[in-house]
Structures are given as C-alpha cells and as structure tokens.
C-alpha cells in the first residue's frame, strides 16, 4: 500500500484561511506621545496596555519608559490622556511594564530598575488617580504580573530570578504568602502566566509550560509540565479559554505558532492545533487574550489578530489590522499587548513605537463560513480509498448546506455522510474507484452552497499502478564475451521511482545464489568489481514505486575467457566424482605437452587448493578433504586457455 501524505489541518488551516474571510479591523483612534524618550535598546516608549472601566467612563492604560499613562477611550474616536502616573523607574532602559486591575486598584511593575511594585487607586475617575503604594519591600524588578480575582492573590512572574505571592485581599496592604523556589518547592523562572481558582499555567520561557497548584501556598503541586512540544520555542505567554477547557500558547519565537493546547486532564496538557496568519515567515507573536469565542493576539510587527475560537480545534481568522508603519524584520517592533475586556467591547492595542489604538468591537460582525477539508493531499495507489473530513462554520445558513464536486479531471465515487450538511457540523467524505493519474497530482473540487454563500475546498490526489516490467536490453540474451566489469541496460518503465538490479549464478534457485544486489534510479548499471572469466551468470531488474515492484524475465550470460567444450587444444579430460568428498580427479585423454595450473576456489572466492598438472601426466588428484560443504570454482588454465567449473564439495 502507497502511503498517504496527509497535510495535517492544525498545520494548514492559518494559511488557508488567513486571506479568505479574514477583514480589517475598524481603527477608532490612536493616542501617540512624541515627547516621551525612546528606549536605546528597541527604540521603543512604549510597552503593554490594559483596560477597564469606572464610574461611567472606559480607560485604556498604556506603560511607557515614563510611567502608566491613562487614557479616557469613553468617546473611541476622541481619546485622550486623563492622567499619568510616573513609573518608580524610568528612562531609555525602561523597557517592560506589565499592569492588571483588580477591586479599583491598578497593580504595575517594571521589569528595569530599580523599581516597585506600585499600587494605584482609581476609584476617583473620571476626576482623579492617586498612588496609594510604592515599595520594594517585596520586589524591585518584575517581568509581568497577574492577579487570581476570585481568590485576592498577585502574582508576581519573573520577579528577578523568583515567584511571588502576595494576598491582596487587603488592596493597599499586600501580604507575602510565598516565594518560589525555596527549600521545599521547584519552580523555574516565569516569564507569565494565567491564574485561576489556584490553578497556575505558567510560561517558563526555555523550561516550557508549568501547571501547578497553589491552594497551599506553602505546598503548591506541579500538575505536569510540557516542554517537547509542536513548533515549541520561548515559551512566553498564554490565555486560557473561558471554559477552561483550552490554552492558547504564545511562544515568543520568530516564525513559531500559537499553540492550542487542550486541558481537559490538567496532568497531560496536549497541542491539538496551531494558529497562524501567514502573513511572513519571520511572524511572531507576543500577547494573547480571550473574550467570548474570539482570540486577541499582539503581533509584533504584523499588529492586531482576531481569531474565531468557537471551535478551539478549528480556529478561523476573523479580523487583523497592522499598526507597525515600517519594514519587517527579525526583531521586536510593533504591537506589544492587546486588551478586549472594556465593557463596550472596543479593542485596545499597544504598539511600542506608535502609542496606543483603539479598534471597534468586532462581536457580531464576523460570519464563520468556513469549509475546508482536514488533508488536502493524498498520494494512493489504484484502488485504495481517500478519506477525509469537511469542516462548516457555524455561520452558513440554518437550512442547510448543499455539497458536491466540480467536474474536473479525477474520476471516482465522492460519498458525504450528510448531505445537506448542517452549520457547525463535520462530515466525512469518501471517495473510491479512483482511476489511475499515472502518477501525476490531480484536483478534486469539493462545493458548498447555502442559496447565499458559495465555497470550493480543492483536494489534490494523486493515483499510482504497479510499475509493469521492465525490458533488459544489455547484456543480450545467452550472449558471450560478457567484459567481466559488466555493464547492464534495460527500458524506463513509466511510473517507476527506481530498480533493483540483481546477479545469481544459478537459475533454479535464482533468490538463493544471488552474488549481486544494487538500487538506482537509473536504467544502467556498471558493476564495480570484476565477474569471474568463463563464468555463466542469470540476472534480472525489478522496476518500483510506492505502489510495489514488478521483476522483469531473467536473462543469461556468460563472461569473457570461456572455452566452449571440456578440453584444452585437442586434448580432452575429466572431472570427478562431482559432488566428492576426499578428492577430485582430472583425467586427460592423452598427456598434455606442457604444464597446465590447477586451482579451487571457495564459494567466497578464496583460493583453498593450487596445483600444478605437469607435462607428460595424464591425471591430477586434489584433496578436499576437511573443506566446508559448499559450491567452489575449479579453474584450468594454460597461458592462453581458460576452463571454469563448478564442483561440489560435500
């Protein structure tokens, strides 16, 4: 059976959705600053966003090399900064700052120094924000942060070379419950995370995906780890889906994927698909965030990427947008982080060298109307069956979709398993009786309709036969003089991917005396060590594919320096007892004139017994005796005669 070669669809399904339905997001407004100082590493002023809403009005916040700046987004095509907070640490070092909101207070740090965590009080807007807390009692440096709502605990991820916790069920008054590693528990450096009810995935950038438990902070678990993984790289940052059955993994890698990773058994955490716009092969990601059924990504030069998740497994590019006004390149430029959770569902976006955007709520504004098959290629041999499945959006039409082929070049039985097919829906399909392509990748062209959307699906297949036999040309049948470095011809056979050429010296039982093997692609062959002289040999080709091998007809020769007849001038003799046991005997017909050279050879070739059969003799006996079994070469010579043959010895 040919192989099939599948393109698997968590690997195809970004590039063959990314340029179908995917639109651009509507930009509502960009708050920019030019005075602020750019940092000398990036040429960056500014780093992650986040949002949320009080007293009436909505606020993104953006970290900058100059502090957490507050932009009321209240009115999105009016936006502006309401305050400013400077940071503990500020200047062109100033690179990362991470921010989350929690009960009316906005928790920052920085991850250049020396800085702090500072607390900030924003229950006063839209008329004031006060910092109600600056201290390094706890951290200095912080790479990012996050906060488990439910339970009033911060988190504090890459705070130096450690993890904190800190209960902030008191919010200006944080309380260290823990720091990890310590004596009793390993963790290694955490470069972000998302928590829940205790539960912590965390991104440990070369260490991979952590999943611990922290219900005692004093005894956290380590549910599992996942360090080998598809497309793994800077393990970076994440977000989990609001079932919690999903997390989409963010490796901060030129070129790498977003993962899908399913987390139905938090003990064996599995990538089930990838996400990818396609866009360049250097893309990477930075940031991601959940809401509803829609994925929110921070590409770094390529902006901001929306993605259906509705079926996590299949996700479907919905919306996109790119911030960054220069050429790409494999760096760090562009959009840093991203935020959907206003209340008006507004999109907020950080762009490191442009500032902050605001983009228009895109719920309801996609359609899923995908359809696309889970392979597209299939390489089959005549006979075989393709199978593969459809997938619907769930956007197509409630009544139903009609599916069906296109006329095209492959002829075969296509068969749906529903038809019409509902929205949302899987449906298998099969098709047999394919007629051969001779090897060459055909299209079969799968339709959708609904009586309003139309959709095609192309599956490329290609059907092989077992390669016929192919036809020795050279050497000719029974010919003789064969040179003794021989050289073999036969006839191309279509379809074929290569040969085998194969040397017995025996044709009765040609599989078990075969002396030569070789495989080519090609339709000659030139052996590389020379035959024995005045030897008969039987040889044959077998053309292949994936689909099998067919041999050809065995063919004759015999090499060069071959007397025709058991005699040397006029002088016969003879040879037995053949098969022997103690001694083979020549016995000439008269005596020879002049010295002939006696020699046998072993089935390997070496030379056991040399003799000479002087001038005058009539016979010559040579012992065996001892010799292993076997089939050896007795060769009779004279300077310009040669006889070959073959005794047994047993």
């Known amino acids: 059976?040919?192989?099939?070669?599948?393109?698997?669809?968590?690997?195809?399904?970004?590039?063959?959705?990314?340029?179908?339905?995917?639109?651009?997001?509507?930009?509502?407004?960009?708050?920019?600053?030019?005075?602020?100082?750019?940092?000398?590493?990036?040429?960056?002023?500014?780093?992650?966003?986040?949002?949320?809403?009080?007293?009436?009005?909505?606020?993104?916040?953006?970290?900058?090399?100059?502090?957490?700046?507050?932009?009321?987004?209240t009115d999105p095509s009016n936006i502006f900064e309401a305050f400013k907070v400077a940071g503990a640490s500020t200047g062109t070092n100033l690179i990362h700052r991470d921010m989350k909101d929690h009960n009316g207070y906005l928790y920052c740090v920085a991850d250049e120094g020396p800085s702090k965590l500072q607390i900030i009080d924003v229950q006063d807007l839209p008329n004031s924000v006060t910092q109600v807390y600056s201290s390094n009692e706890f951290v200095t440096t912080s790479h990012n942060l996050y906060i488990d709502e439910s339970k009033d605990r911060l988190y504090l991820l890459g705070a130096g070379s450690s993890t904190k916790v800190l209960d902030i069920s008191n919010p200006t008054q944080p309380v260290l419950l823990a720091s990890y590693p310590n004596p009793s528990f390993y963790m290694p450096y955490t470069h972000d995370g998302f928590i829940k009810d205790h539960i912590g995935i965390f991104n440990c950038g070369g260490s991979g995906l952590w999943i611990i438990d922290f219900t005692n902070p004093l005894a956290p678990q380590v549910l599992s780890t996942m360090t080998n993984y598809t497309d793994a790289g800077y393990n970076h940052s994440g977000w989990m889906s609001e079932d919690g059955n999903y997390y989409f993994l963010c490796d901060e890698t030129h070129g790498a994927r977003i993962k899908v990773v399913d987390l139905s058994d938090?003990?064996?955490?599995?990538?089930?698909?990838?996400?990818?716009?396609?866009?360049?092969?250097?893309?990477?990601?930075?940031?991601?965030?959940?809401?509803?059924?829609?994925?929110?990504?921070?590409?770094?030069?390529?902006?901001?990427?929306?993605?259906?998740?509705?079926?996590?497994?299949?996700?479907?590019?919905?919306?996109?947008?790119?911030?960054?006004?220069?050429?790409?390149?494999?760096?760090?430029?562009?959009?840093?982080?991203?935020?959907?959770?206003?209340?008006?569902?507004?999109?907020?976006?950080?762009?490191?060298?442009?500032?902050?955007?605001?983009?228009?709520?895109?719920?309801?504004?996609?359609?899923?109307?995908?359809?696309?098959?889970?392979?597209?290629?299939?390489?089959i041999c005549t006979g075989e069956t393709v199978a593969f499945d459809l997938t619907l959006g769930g956007g197509w039409?409630?009544?139903?979709?009609?599916?069906?082929?296109?006329?095209?070049?492959?002829?075969?039985?296509?068969?749906?398993?529903?038809?019409?097919?509902?929205?949302?829906?899987?449906?298998?399909?099969?098709?047999?009786?394919?007629?051969?392509?001779?090897?060459?990748?055909?299209?079969?062209?799968?339709?959708?309709?609904?009586?309003?959307?139309?959709?095609?699906?192309?599956?490329?297949?290609?059907?092989?036969?077992?390669?016929?036999?192919?036809?020795?040309?050279?050497?000719?049948?029974?010919?003789?003089?064969?040179?003794?470095?021989?050289?073999?011809?036969?006839?191309?056979?279509?379809?074929?991917?290569?040969?085998?050429?194969?040397?017995?010296?025996?044709?009765?039982?040609?599989?078990?005396?075969?002396?030569?093997?070789?495989?080519?692609?090609?339709?000659?062959f030139t052996l590389a060590n020379n035959l024995l002289p005045a030897a008969t040999y039987y040889w044959r080709v077998t053309a292949k594919n994936d689909c099998g091998s067919t041999p050809s007809a065995i063919r004759t020769f015999t090499t060069e320096g071959v007397s025709g007849s058991d005699q040397i001038g006029d002088n016969g003799f003879a040879i037995f007892p053949n098969p022997a046991s103690e001694q083979i005997i020549l016995q000439a017909q008269a005596a020879f004139a002049s010295d002939l050279f006696i020699s046998l050879a072993s089935p390997n070739g070496q030379k056991v017994v040399e003799k000479q059969f002087e001038a005058g003799a009539t016979s010559l006996s040579l012992p065996v005796v001892g010799l292993p079994s076997g089939i050896y070469t007795l060769k009779i010579s004279t300077a310009k005669e040669v006889i070959l043959k073959r005794v047994v010895i047993e």
């Open 1 to 73: 059976m040919k192989k099939t070669l599948p393109i698997i669809y968590l690997l195809i399904l970004p590039l063959a959705q990314c340029f179908g339905q995917a639109v651009q997001a509507t930009l509502l407004d960009n708050w920019h600053d030019a005075a602020i100082v750019p940092t000398t590493a990036y040429n960056n002023r500014y780093n992650e966003c986040w949002g949320f809403a009080m007293n009436g009005h909505e606020y993104g916040v953006i970290g900058s090399t100059a502090g957490m700046h507050f932009i009321d987004v």
């Open 266 to 379: 938090l003990t064996e955490p599995v990538v089930v698909a990838t996400i990818e716009p396609g866009i360049w092969e250097n893309e990477i990601p930075h940031n991601c965030l959940v809401k509803d059924n829609f994925l929110y990504i921070s590409y770094y030069y390529d902006g901001l990427e929306v993605w259906d998740i509705s079926d996590p497994e299949q996700p479907v590019r919905s919306h996109f947008y790119d911030t960054y006004a220069f050429n790409n390149m494999p760096s760090y430029a562009g959009a840093w982080g991203v935020n959907p959770f206003l209340p008006s569902g507004n999109i907020l976006l950080s762009d490191m060298q442009s500032g902050l955007f605001i983009f228009e709520n895109i719920v309801g504004g996609f359609v899923n109307t995908a359809f696309n098959a889970s392979e597209s290629l299939f390489e």
């Open 397 to 524: 039409s409630p009544a139903g979709v009609n599916l069906s082929v296109l006329p095209g070049n492959l002829v075969g039985n296509v068969q749906f398993s529903q038809n019409p097919a509902m929205p949302g829906s899987m449906v298998q399909v099969t098709v047999t009786n394919l007629s051969s392509t001779d090897g060459i990748t055909e299209s079969l062209i799968l339709q959708a309709t609904d009586g309003t959307t139309e959709k095609t699906e192309e599956v490329f297949i290609t059907v092989s036969e077992l390669p016929i036999a192919s036809t020795q040309s050279q050497p000719a049948e029974n010919a003789t003089g064969v040179a003794l470095q021989a050289n073999f011809e036969w006839a191309a056979v279509p379809g074929a991917t290569s040969y085998k050429l194969q040397l017995a010296d025996e044709l009765a039982a040609f599989d078990a005396n075969i002396i030569y093997s070789a495989n080519t692609p090609a339709t000659t």
